[in-house]
Structures are given as structure tokens and as C-alpha cells.
């Protein structure tokens, strides 16, 4: 297999993230060849996790990353932490029954407690504020809004959510542009770039080996060992992790397969001293959009807004235009607001939106695909994955029950066929 992973990610100017975390150390590229009991390609909360645990575990852990931690989703996202799996709990109970939805969302909801605890009693500073809001864009949802908010708190024991009504939602919006929506107190939003560095910075403390501009040219499972080859040396492993989401590019086929790479925007704009109005609360939110657009504000008052409605590989160079101009549907009065951040990443999805985590040739487990919902999930995911790998528990084996198919068209076609279902579903978000 000639083909490496994912080059670069779209990135078309420094993130706010990047420019307002006080220090991201650099970690040195891999010179040599090693023999561990785990090795992980990927660097972001999924990799770095895994890292971690299995090092505090006691297992000889070894981490290359192919740019520098923070360079891809995890650390470029929009920082929303979310509840539950990325379908609602009442979809995931009509396919997979109640039982194993119930399990997911608990599931998911100690993903919450995990990270937040872990930022805690590391000393990581992550910026975190409470509060999210899922805001309506068209009237024929409010009433599948109000009975999940309802649902969330008699079937699954989740009393943090409320339904808004329209007035309540613009009073917490400072805009009149939603019709309804849920407000969630029992989750928050976070400064991810502070996240990744801190994570990295205990991982390595914990006796993980951590590697930047490492790149993993050929990774193979066989004779109960896995081989991962670089270009300045090879690493040995019992088993192997792979968790680069978006970014597998050709390196695995299967992973590659059902998990797509797909663009997503952010803008940061000046302090909004002069806009009290917007956001009082401090909340951050997504809307109903199936190609969702989602904000919130900084601690020192700034706007943060992503998504987009085009899919044209070009777009990155018109990030400024894009995002400006959806900010001014929102809130007509920042139409001429600055921008001092735009940047883009991947996201990695799948075709149900669910997690992908499967076995993809002996010994080698992929993770990835959280569909925008990863802050939490790819956190878990990763130690989850250290405690099967440490034989403590099985929890990572409950998502192998979703049922993610590939993407339709092989490698060739599939990114066509995409581009032309999300720009499908971008023109029935607006009518």
C-alpha cells in the first residue's frame, strides 16, 4: 500500500484555539524503530486517551501523529460536548429496542462525567461553561423537540432538558430567527485545543511515547503481531489502535471506507461588548439543520459559528464570506462584525451517524466516525479502548452493535455521491 494518510487538513488560516492557548509544546518525530505492546496512529482525544490509560495501565504504549496534536478535529472543532449518541435516544430505541439505548445514553452520559472529571483532577483548564441549546429552524419539528425533551427525562432518566417555546428561545438566543428548541443544563461547551495539550502533556508524563510528524505508511496485522511502518522506522506491536477519524485516508481500506471525511467551517469574531443581548445565558447551540449550524461564546466574549451549506472542495479560500454571512441570518446587526479566526478541519461521519469501532484486520481496531458529536465520545472511546485492551472491561464492544454499513460507490465514487446527498440535504434544510 503506497498511499499515506490524510496530508494536511483544510486549513486556510490559524484557529482561534491556536492562537489563545498560552502554550502548545512540540513533541519529537519518531527516529528509530520500537517494540511495544500497543501502538496508536493518531494523535487527537481518541489516540491520546488510549495512550494514557494504557500507560498508567502498566503496557508499553507508542503514539505517532502525522502533523502535531490539535491539527486535526480535535483540536479545531466547534467544542460542544452534547448528550447522548448523535441520534436521539428515542431513534436509537426504534432500531436496537430500549435496553441497549438506554445503555448507550448511560454510556454516553459517563463519557460527560469522565472528561470533565479527568480536566479536573489533571489540572487542565479547558474553559468549560455550561449550558447547551437545540434550536428549531422549521415549525413541523417542535413538536418531535418537545416530546424528546420529554422522553429524556421519563424514559431515560435525564431531567437536565426543557423545551423552549418561541418567545424563551429568542429571549435566550437574543434572535428571533428559531421557532423552539431544548435548553440542556446538565451539558456544556469547552476550549478544545487546551484540551488536546493538556491531554498530551499527562499522556507522555504517564510513559506513553509521543510522537508528531510521524506518519504511518503501511500498518499490517499478521502472525499475531502488527507492523506499522514509517519513514524512519518501524513499530512492533501485540495490537494496534487507529484513530484517525477523518484523516485514515488510504492507510486502512476499511476504515476508509465507513468513515468520510467532510469539511467543516469555523469563524471567530471580534469581543461582542457591544451585543449583550446575544447569548446572554452563555449557552452554546445547534440547530435542526441537517447540516447543522452551531455557535456559542468565548469566556472573553468572542462568537464562535460554524457551518456551511456548500460542498464544493473549493470553499475553504471563502470561509470569511460564508460564515458572515450566516452569522447575519442570525443576528442581523453583526452583519458587518470582524472575523479575527477562520479555519476548517475534517469531520469524520458515517452513514448512520453513529460510531464506527471494528476489528479491521487481526489485532487492529479502528475508532472513529462520531458525526459532530465527538468531544465526549472520542474522549471515552479511547480509554474504553485501553480498559478492553488492559482486559478491564468490554464496555468499547457496545458500539459494535450499530449496524455502519460503507459508503456507497467504492473509493472512487464515494465522495461524488456525497457531495451530492449533503448538498441535497443543505437545499431541504432551507425549505
Known amino acids: ?226 507492523t506499522i511502518e514509517t519513514p524512519r522506522g518501524t513499530i512492533t506491536a501485540a495490537r494496534a489502535l487507529i484513530a484517525c477519524n477523518a484523516y485514515v485516508g488510504g492507510l486502512e481500506p476499511v476504515t476508509a471506507a465507513h468513515i468520510m471525511p467532510i469539511g467543516s467551517f469555523i469563524g471567530a469574531t471580534e469581543p461582542l461588548d457591544a451585543f449583550p443581548r446575544i447569548l446572554p445565558g452563555g449557552e452554546a447551540v445547534a440547530d435542526s439543520r441537517f447540516v447543522v449550524r452551531y455557535f456559542r461564546k468565548t469566556l472573553d466574549n468572542r462568537l464562535l459559528f460554524g457551518g456551511r451549506e456548500t460542498y464544493a472542495p473549493d470553499d475553504a479560500a471563502d470561509i470569511h464570506v460564508h460564515i458572515r454571512k450566516q452569522i447575519a441570518e442570525i443576528y442581523p446587526e453583526l452583519k458587518n462584525i470582524r472575523l479575527t479566526h477562520a479555519w476548517g478541519g475534517y469531520v469524520g461521519i458515517t452513514l448512520p451517524r453513529q460510531p464506527f469501532v471494528r476489528e479491521v484486520m487481526p489485532n487492529v481496531t479502528a475508532i472513529g466516525g462520531y458525526s459532530g458529536h465527538g468531544v465526549m465520545l472520542s474522549n471515552y472511546c479511547g480509554r474504553l479502548y485501553a480498559d478492553l485492551a488492559l482486559g478491564r472491561s468490554t464496555d468499547l464492544e457496545l458500539f459494535r452493535a450499530f449496524d455502519v454499513p460503507a459508503f456507497p460507490g467504492g473509493m472512487r465514487f464515494r465522495s461524488a455521491l456525497l457531495f451530492l446527498a449533503l448538498n441535497w440535504y443543505a437545499l431541504r434544510d432551507r425549505f
Open 1 to 226: 500500500m503506497s498511499e499515506t494518510i490524510w496530508q494536511s487538513p483544510v486549513s486556510p488560516g490559524i484557529s482561534w484555539y491556536e492562537a489563545s492557548v498560552p502554550e502548545r509544546p512540540a513533541y519529537p518525530a519518531m527516529d528509530g524503530s520500537e517494540t511495544v505492546d500497543v501502538a496508536i496512529v493518531g494523535g487527537g482525544f481518541t489516540g491520546l486517551q488510549a495512550a494514557l490509560n494504557l500507560a498508567r495501565g502498566g503496557a508499553r504504549v507508542t503514539l505517532i501523529e502525522a502533523h502535531r496534536f490539535g491539527d486535526g478535529g480535535s483540536g479545531r472543532n466547534g467544542g460542544q460536548m452534547g448528550t447522548g449518541q448523535r441520534s436521539a435516544p428515542e431513534e436509537i430505541e426504534a432500531d436496537y429496542g430500549y435496553e441497549r439505548s438506554k445503555a448507550l445514553f448511560d454510556m454516553a452520559e459517563a463519557a460527560k462525567r469522565h472528561l470533565l472529571d479527568f480536566a479536573a483532577r489533571e489540572g487542565i483548564d479547558i474553559d468549560y461553561r455550561p449550558g447547551q441549546m437545540n434550536v428549531v429552524h422549521k415549525r413541523r419539528y417542535i413538536d418531535d423537540y418537545r416530546k424528546s425533551a420529554e422522553i429524556a427525562a421519563t424514559r431515560y432518566g435525564y431531567p437536565h432538558q426543557t423545551f423552549m417555546d418561541g418567545k424563551e428561545t429568542a429571549e435566550r438566543l437574543g434572535s428571533t430567527r428559531y421557532l423552539a428548541g431544548i435548553r440542556d443544563t446538565g451539558t456544556g461547551h469547552l476550549h478544545p485545543m487546551k484540551l488536546v495539550v493538556g491531554l498530551a502533556r499527562v499522556a507522555a508524563a504517564s510513559g506513553a511515547h509521543l510522537y508528531e510528524q510521524t506518519k504511518a505508511t503501511r500498518i499490517e496485522g499478521a502472525g499475531g503481531r502488527v
